[in-house]
C-alpha cells in the first residue's frame, strides 16, 4: 500500500504573527517554522498506518513551499522523514505567500499522480497559517477521488478504509473506496516526538524533486489586516452577589448564553 | 515537530547556527519536557520521587548516552547533546540529572575504560533505559577532594573484596548497576557493582529540600565479593572518574541555559500581568532591571555553551573550559532562579509555578559535580600556574 501524506511548513504555534509594514506578507523577523499540528497528526497516522500493514508499504511525504531559509519545505519533508516516512518529494514554489489553494491542489495532484501507484492521501484538516480548509478536498476533485474531511479515526481493510469524522454534535462513520484522500482532525492520532536516530537517519533518506509549471494565481490577496485589539474586560461585581449581573448581561451584552 | 507552545529566549539568534538536525534533536526534546516533564514534574518535587516511568521512554527517543556511539545509543554530535541537556533542565534539573549521571558518569566511563563484554553488557541496556545506573565517588567525609577517598578493594586470587561507604549518589537506590571509585593497591580504579549483590545497599537520603524529584542515596559496600572482571580495566587513577566529570559538567553548563530559560519565561508572562499599583508590575523600573539582568546572565550562558560544543565537536575542550562553563552558568542560573522568585512575589515560594523548584534545584547544581569554589580554583590554576587547592 502507498500512502501519501500532504504537509506545509507553517509559523509555529508559539509564534506572535506580526503583518509587515507593506500589508501585503506576514513579518518574518523571528518567525520559526514547524509541521502543523493537523499535518503532524496525518504523519502519524500515515506512518502507524504503513506499520500495521503487513507487506511492502511506504509513505511518501509531498511538501510545495520556498526551497531555502527558515521557511524551506525540505525541513519538514525532514521532520516527516525523521518520523518514519520513506520518502519526500518536495514542489519548489517560488512565491507560497501569495498562491491560491487551487494552484498548490494542482501542483499536489500533479506530483501524487507522478507516484504511480497510490492508496490514500492524507492532509491536516488546513494549515494553521491561512486557514482554507481547501487544499485537501480540491486535490481530491483534481485526482477524481472521494474527500472525507475531519476524520478523527482511519481504518484500511483491502480496498476500503473505514474514517469516523467528527460533524455537529455526532460523529459519522463512512466506509470510503481506495484510492481516496482523507484530512485529519487532531484526534486521528497521538503526535509522535522523532526519536534521535531517526533525525540522524532522516538526513539518508531520498527527497526527489518535482518540478511543476505554476499557473497564473486564480486570486490575488490584497491586503492583511490585524484583527481589531480586544476591548478591555468589564468587571460587574465581586463574588456569589455578582452572578445574577454577571449572567444576565452575558445573555443580554455578549450574547454567549442563550436558555 | 509540530510546534509546541515553548519559545526559548535566543536573544542573539543562536538558532541560525545550529544544523538542521541539531535544531531538529532540540525541538523533539522540547516537546518531550513540554508534554511528557512539565504537567507532572510538580507532584513528583512535592512527594520527592523520580518519574520511573520515563525512563524507558528516555532510552526510546535516545536521551541515554545520546552523544556516545554504536552500542544502541544515538550517536548525536556534543551540541546536540547540549541541547536536549538543555531542555531536560527546563523541565527539571532532577530529570536532567538522571540523564546526564547515565550518560556522562555511567555510560561513558563503561564505554571509554570497560572491557568489551563489559561494553556489550551494559550499554544497550542503559541506552535503551531498561537498566539504570549510579556513579559512586564521593563519600560522607571526602566531598571536593576525592582523592582522600577511604573506600577500598582488595584482590585476592580471583576476587575482589570491596568496603567503604559513598554518599549523595544520584539514582542510587534506583541503580542496576554502581559504577564504584575505590583505592587499591594500583591507586584507585574503577568497579560494576551490581544491585544485588551480598553486603551491597543504598538506601536514599530523606529530607532534601533540593532536587527533590531525583533519587540521591547512600552506597554502603559491607565485604562485597566481586568477580576479577568486575573492574574496569583502562581506569587508571583519579584521572578516569575526573574525566567522566569533565563529560557530566559539560551538560550541566547547558542545563543551567534551560533552568534559566524557564524562569525568564515565567517572570516575564507573570509581571505583565500581575497588577499592582494600578498596571502591570513589569512596568516598573527595577523590576524591569531585574529582567533585564536575567536576561543577560542566560544570553551569556548560552553563548558560552554553543561555543564549547564547537569545540568540544572538535576535540579542542579542555577540562579548564567546561570549569568556566559549569562555573559560570551555573552561577547564573542560580541567581536568575533568586531573582526570578522574587519577581513572582508570595507566588514565587509555591509549587504551582515553576520558580521556586528551580531555585532550590540549583543548590544542589551549585555544589555538585565540583562545587563553585572548586571551579574557581581550577580556572585560578590555569591562569596563574598555581594550584591552591590544599
Ligand atoms: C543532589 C546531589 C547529588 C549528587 N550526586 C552525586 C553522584 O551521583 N556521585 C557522586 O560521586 N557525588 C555526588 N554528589 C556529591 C557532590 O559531588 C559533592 O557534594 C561535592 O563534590 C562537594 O562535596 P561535599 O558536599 O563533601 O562538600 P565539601 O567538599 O565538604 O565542601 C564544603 C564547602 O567547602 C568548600 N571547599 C572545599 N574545599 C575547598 C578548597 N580547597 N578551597 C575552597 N573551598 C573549598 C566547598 O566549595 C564547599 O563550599 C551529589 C551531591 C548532591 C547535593
Known amino acids: 500500500m502507498q500512502i501519501i501524506v500532504c504537509v506545509k511548513a507553517v509559523p509555529d504555534t508559539a509564534t506572535r504573527i506580526k503583518i509587515a509594514s507593506n500589508g501585503q506578507k506576514i513579518d518574518q523577523e523571528g518567525v520559526k517554522y514547524a509541521l502543523g499540528p493537523y499535518d503532524a497528526r496525518a504523519c502519524a497516522k500515515a506512518i502507524e498506518l504503513r506499520d500495521a500493514i503487513k507487506g511492502d508499504s511506504k509513505v511518501i511525504a509531498i511538501a510545495s513551499g520556498f526551497s531555502d531559509g527558515e521557511r524551506d519545505a525540505k525541513k519538514r519533508l525532514k521532520d516527516v522523514l525523521a518520523l518514519g516516512a520513506d520518502k519526500g518529494v518536495f514542489i519548489a514554489d517560488p512565491d507560497p505567500e501569495h498562491r491560491d489553494p487551487l494552484s498548490v491542489a494542482q501542483a499536489l495532484a500533479a506530483a501524487i499522480k507522478a507516484q504511480g501507484k497510490w492508496d490514500l492521501v492524507l492532509f491536516g484538516r488546513q494549515a494553521v497559517d491561512d486557514q482554507n480548509l481547501a487544499v485537501g478536498p480540491m486535490t481530491a476533485a483534481l485526482l477524481g477521488v472521494a474527500c472525507v474531511t475531519d476524520a478523527v479515526a482511519l481504518e484500511v481493510t483491502g480496498d476500503k478504509a473505514v474514517v469516523t469524522r467528527a460533524a455537529e454534535s455526532r460523529t459519522e462513520t463512512i466506509e470510503v473506496k481506495l484510492p481516496a484522500c482523507v484530512t485529519a482532525q487532531r484526534d486521528l492520532a497521538e503526535e509522535k516526538y522523532p526519536k534521535l536516530k531517526d533525525i540522524l537517519g532522516a538526513g539518508k533518506k531520498p527527497i526527489e524533486t518535482f518540478a511543476f509549471a505554476w499557473p497564473a494565481p486564480a486570486w490575488e490577496v490584497k491586503k492583511l489586516s490585524a484583527p481589531p485589539p480586544r476591548q478591555a474586560g468589564k468587571i460587574v461585581g465581586e463574588g456569589p452577589d455578582a452572578v445574577p449581573k454577571l449572567l444576565e448581561l452575558l445573555q443580554s451584552e455578549a450574547k454567549a448564553l442563550t436558555f | ?390
Not at chain 2, 578516569?240 to 534551560?258: E, F, H, K, S
Open chain 2, 1 to 390: 515537530m509540530a510546534g509546541h507552545a515553548f519559545r526559548g529566549e535566543d536573544f542573539f539568534s543562536l538558532d541560525d547556527l545550529l544544523s538542521d538536525e541539531e535544531r531538529a534533536v532540540r525541538d523533539a526534546a522540547r516537546a518531550f519536557v513540554s508534554d511528557k516533564i512539565i504537567p507532572i514534574v510538580e507532584k513528583h518535587h512535592r512527594n520527592a520521587t523520580f518519574p520511573t516511568e520515563l525512563i524507558p521512554q528516555f532510552g526510546e527517543m535516545g536521551f541515554l548516552g545520546a552523544n556516545l556511539h554504536g552500542y544502541d545509543c544515538a550517536g548525536v554530535n556534543n551540541v546536540a547533546y547540549g541541547l536536549i541537556m538543555q531542555e531536560l533542565e527546563r523541565g527539571d534539573s532532577g530529570v536532567r540529572s538522571y540523564c546526564s549521571v547515565k550518560g556522562g558518569l555511567v555510560m561513558y566511563p563503561i564505554f571509554s575504560f570497560g572491557s568489551e563484554k563489559q561494553k556489550d553488557h551494559w550499554l544497550p541496556l542503559l541506552a535503551k533505559g531498561q537498566k539504570t545506573g549510579c556513579f559512586g565517588l564521593s563519600e560522607p567525609d571526602h566531598g571536593s577532594d576525592p582523592a582522600g577517598m577511604e573506600t577500598k578493594a582488595e584482590l585476592k586470587g580471583d576476587t575482589w573484596t570491596l568496603n567503604g561507604a559513598k554518599r549523595w549518589i544520584t539514582n542510587g537506590t534506583i541503580a542496576d548497576v554502581a559504577v564504584v571509585w575505590a583505592r587499591t593497591k594500583e591507586g584507585i580504579r574503577g568497579f560494576l557493582v551490581e544491585k544485588g549483590m551480598k553486603g551491597y545497599s543504598a538506601p536514599p537520603i530523606e529530607g532534601k529540600f533540593s532536587l527533590r524529584a531525583s533519587v540521591t542515596s547512600e552506597l554502603v559496600f559491607e565485604d562485597v565479593k566481586l568477580p576479577k572482571d568486575a573492574v574496569l580495566p583502562k581506569a587508571d587513577g583519579l584521572k578516569a572518574p575526573l574525566m567522566c566529570l569533565t563529560q557530566a559538567r559539560y551538560g550541566i553548563a547547558w542545563g543551567a541555559v534551560g533552568s534559566m530559560m524557564a524562569v525568564l519565561d515565567e517572570a516575564v508572562h507573570y509581571t505583565k500581568s500581575r497588577v499592582q499599583f494600578g498596571k502591570p508590575i513589569a512596568s516598573f523600573q527595577l523590576v524591569q532591571e531585574k529582567l533585564v539582568e536575567m536576561h543577560t546572565m542566560l544570553t551569556h550562558a548560552q553563548l558560552t555553551c554553543l561555543r564549547m560544543g564547537r569545540m568540544k565537536d572538535e576535540n579542542k575542550l579542555k577540562p579548564h573550559h567546561v570549569s568556566f562553563g559549569k562555573r559560570n552558568n551555573v552561577r547564573s542560573a542560580r541567581e536568575v532562579a533568586k531573582l526570578g522568585r522574587e519577581l513572582l512575589g508570595a507566588n514565587g515560594i509555591c509549587d504551582e509555578y515553576q520558580v521556586g523548584r528551580h531555585m532550590c534545584n540549583m543548590e544542589s547544581v551549585y555544589t555538585y559535580e565540583g562545587t563553585h569554589e572548586i571551579h574557581t580554583l581550577v580556572l585560578g590554576e590555569h591562569l596563574t600556574g598555581i594550584a591552591a587547592y590544599k
